[in-house]
């Protein structure tokens, strides 16, 4: 008999049996490994993942300019293009090579010299033929762009000078497709408008679907101090984005704008340090709000979105013996295990990272929750990218693990393109990690366009992430990794949904080789519960199939289940009751008729699907001494609950000390003081009949180094008099940050 796809309220009620019994047989497991729970539910929120998050950069001085992966995205950028000059293809290299000035981008085919945007152009039709649906490329709008191909610029011709051209947003005349290479400047809406005439425009599969606004800007000052010798104001940097973006939007009313290509947390808290930010950091949590809220102030003035998409770069600065990023040397266990937890920075409060991001930027971390809440509340709809990011690891093992998870978080976080950069000339595993995703049968099979609800019993030792496409359960797509350098993985994969599991096939990539491989099949899955095991340090796909399944919800037969199927539903009971529906999929409650019951039971299963899963945002703490723990810097001004364990009925009186970095000492007149006093008392809590006691207050500002401070745990008798307990027996359970 053939199993339907029910939403969890339904389920619970109808088809309990189908998913019980026994679940996994007792089995001995070896010294070597480890046991794992993952679990999965189709009944529960689902969200769209954006294809473009499997996304490559350019590579230069070669014929095959993309990154060899089966990629949803690609983009030219860099260092390199932001002194681009398309009229002549005229680069400059900055402070990565000598501030160099040649045609390097396309000096490896004579062909290109003298073709007008030729870089781009190739780029562009390379990734057409590869059949990338989303392409990215570069405007100059540091002011200057190289004029010649002469070599090095030295400090005596700092721009403007005779190396240099200047740049400017809009022509203010006709366009030409033959550029006037003698007057004096080089225009951005000119070269989209000889993009767009040459391959099409962004809404062609030739076309470029994107524009980044030049390319790391708050770092011109060093890295093309030949061209910008000096710091990138706010003031200046807003004003060019609303001018570019406004005359590429001009010539390609269509395509996405880009910014601000941020290179790293810097960037995105003060723009690195920008001459003027100290004019708008009372107002603004970090600079990239502030950006944020100009631009909606613009699309106010202009009338149109101008920036679609906020772009940041990422480069992981976790560290073991050395950075992730930059250790080559495989020996270091405490770096590939620095690199196996390094994504936990964009998007896990519990988590700080050993770096100066973990010490000094707790205020930001983690990314992605921040950076949505400066979306929600200065520029909501605008989406997130990034560029340009890595995490180390790039030839070996632990870099494959470490990509994929970092491509599972971006689709949980909701990002809408990512473009691996590749920091050396080895990078084959984490390519082979995005074929994970893309293409891991080597035939064109991929995760899924819909991410379902997906988790493992411990997140520190094995991630999961899972999907459908569209509604569909016949198949599910497990990405799931195993981060212990030394232990196969025994995973016990549950599935909740109305479908009947039968097979699945595990592909996966290990550190034999980069090569994905088929694994492990298994068949005769019993009551949607099975197990593989999963080889130390590896990352595998896991495809599961039903083979016999009906689209519940599908009333118009349209593959989908959405409010289109609503509206035909409706139709049918209220209006058109002769209207033709796919009678078994239209069947919700399976009591073989069609009514208003059905109709409400598919409204819960949408809104089921379409409502996000409330989570309590947790805080970091740990243990400084008995009875004694510190929380996380950054929660100045901030409302936590925190949820200590001990004994029913006993009390815990406790307070917090803090140190204020701007409050001045009377004895010493200088800034900065510890504060432990009677304002910093949290007084006698009692613990529950849970055994929890719940204690909230508020972060005074300009706290660091807050620390929750135990004077006496206590118990009390009949009569009420207390006795003084071991303060060891008192336990913090977790600490909550209040909305």
């Not at 490994?33 to 996304?55: E, H, T």
């Not at 001018?243 to 947390?265: H, M, R, T, W």
Request: hydrophobic content about 35%; some cysteine; overall charge negative.
């Amino acid at each position: 008999m053939k199993k339907k796809a029910v939403c969890g309220f339904l389920a619970a009620v109808m088809m309990t049996a189908s998913m019980s019994g026994e679940m996994y047989p007792d089995r001995i497991c070896s010294a070597d490994s480890y046991d794992i729970s993952v679990s999965v539910d189709l009944n529960s929120y689902r969200k769209p993942i954006s294809p473009y998050i499997y996304g490559v950069n350019s590579q230069f001085r070669s014929e095959e300019y993309l990154y060899d992966a089966t990629a949803g995205s690609a983009r030219q950028g860099g260092n390199r293009f932001s002194g681009y000059n398309w009229e002549t293809n005229y680069s400059n290299a900055g402070s990565d090579w000598l501030h160099n000035s040649d045609q390097y981008l396309i000096d490896f085919d004579a062909e290109l010299l003298d073709i007008p945007g030729a870089p781009a152009i190739e780029f562009a039709r390379e990734a057409a033929e590869k059949n990338v649906p989303y392409k990215i490329t570069t405007i100059q709008m540091a002011g200057y762009v190289s004029a010649d191909d002469d070599g090095e610029v030295i400090e005596d011709e700092i721009a403007p000078s005779s190396r240099w051209i200047e740049v400017k947003a809009s022509k203010g005349s006709d366009f030409t497709l033959t550029p006037d290479k003698t007057d004096g400047y080089v225009y951005m809406d000119e070269y989209v408008n000889y993009l767009v005439q040459t391959l099409g425009d962004s809404t062609t599969e030739t076309g470029y679907q994107a524009y980044n606004l030049d390319n790391e800007p708050s770092l011109w000052s060093s890295t093309h101090a030949r061209m910008h010798p000096d710091k990138v104001t706010c003031e200046e940097i807003i004003t060019k984005s609303i001018d570019f973006s406004s005359a590429i939007k001009a010539v390609d009313p269509n395509a996405e704008i880009f910014g601000l290509a941020l290179f790293g947390v810097n960037a995105y808290a003060s723009f690195s340090s920008a001459p003027d930010w100290e004019l708008h950091s009372s107002d603004y949590d970090w600079f990239i709000s502030y950006y944020l809220d100009e631009m909606r102030k613009a699309e106010e003035e202009y009338g149109k979105r101008l920036i679609d998409v906020i772009d940041i770069h990422y480069y992981s600065e976790a560290k073991g013996q050395c950075r992730v990023t930059e250790c080559e040397d495989y020996t270091h266990t405490d770096c590939i295990e620095a690199r196996l937890q390094s994504t936990r920075t964009l998007y896990d409060s519990t988590y700080i990272e050993s770096s100066w991001i973990g010490d000094y930027m707790q205020p930001h971390i983690p990314i992605f929750p921040n950076v949505k809440n400066s979306i929600d509340k200065y520029y909501p709809g605008t989406k997130v990218a990034l560029t340009e990011y890595n995490f180390g690891g790039g030839n070996h093992i632990s870099g494959a693990v470490a990509e994929a998870d970092a491509l599972g978080v971006f689709a949980e976080n909701d990002v809408y393109c990512a473009n691996l950069w590749a920091i050396n000339s080895s990078f084959e595993y984490q390519l082979a990690a995005i074929d994970l995703y893309t293409n891991y049968d080597g035939d064109g099979a991929s995760f899924g366009d819909t991410l379902v609800e997906s988790s493992t019993s411990d997140y520190t030792m094995s991630t999961s992430y899972a999907s459908i496409d569209g509604s569909d359960e016949s198949k599910v797509n497990i990405v799931l990794t195993n981060k212990s350098l030394t232990e196969t993985q025994n995973a016990a994969i549950t599935l909740d949904s109305g479908a009947s599991y039968t097979s699945a096939k595990v592909f996966g990539i290990t550190g034999d080789s980069c090569d994905i491989k088929l694994l492990q099949t298994v068949d005769n899955i019993q009551n949607n519960s099975f197990s593989i095991e999963i080889p130390a340090l590896s990352v595998v796909q896991i495809e599961i199939i039903a083979d016999e399944y009906i689209m519940l919800g599908d009333v118009d037969s349209g593959g989908n289940v959405d409010n289109a199927d609503i509206g035909a539903l409706k139709e049918y009971l209220h209006a058109m009751p002769e209207k033709s529906i796919a009678f078994d999929e239209s069947d919700l409650v399976f009591d073989g008729t069609i009514d208003v019951i059905d109709l409400v039971a598919l409204k819960r299963q949408i809104l089921c699907w379409n409502t996000p899963v409330e989570t309590e945002e947790l805080v970091a703490y740990w243990a400084t001494k008995t009875g004694q723990w510190r929380i996380k810097n950054g929660m100045s001004g901030k409302t936590v609950t925190c949820v200590f364990t001990g004994d029913s009925g006993n009390g815990l009186n406790l307070a917090y000390g803090y140190w204020d970095s701007v409050a001045i000492n009377p004895d010493t007149g200088t800034a900065g003081m510890w504060f432990n006093n009677d304002d910093t008392r949290l007084g006698m809590n009692k613990f529950d009949e849970n055994g929890e006691a719940r204690v909230t207050f508020t972060v005074p500002d300009n706290c660091s180094s807050l620390e929750l401070i135990i004077f006496n745990y206590v118990s009390y008798d009949s009569s009420g008099t207390s006795t003084q307990l071991d303060k060891s027996f008192v336990g913090l359970k977790k600490v909550v940050l209040n909305e």
